[in-house]
């Protein structure tokens, strides 16, 4: 058991770097390609475009890899759900929807 966890260490390191690698160099290479033809932004590095990649993964996927409201959201009663949408509705468009649209949704 313990020879096959050896074997496994190095393999895993291997494939994390892997990814890494390979997660960097799409991301610098997509940038790369569309970005500064269309709006004429600079090109980004290999390390920049990890650390965009890095980033956005901050950003929109968090850090334990659970990110996402439809996570946060899933164990809400639709009551809360209701209230939410109100509430964004209020927010962004300065109205809330009638109360009969809400709880047709």
Known sequence: MRAKWLLMIPIGIAAITLFVFIGGTITQLLWNWLLPPLFGWKELSFWQALGM??????LFGGISGRGGYGRRT???TPEEKARFRERIRERWWGTAPPPDATAQQ
């Open 53 to 58: 990649l890095t980033l956005c993964r901050i």
């Open 74 to 76: 899933s164990n809400w």
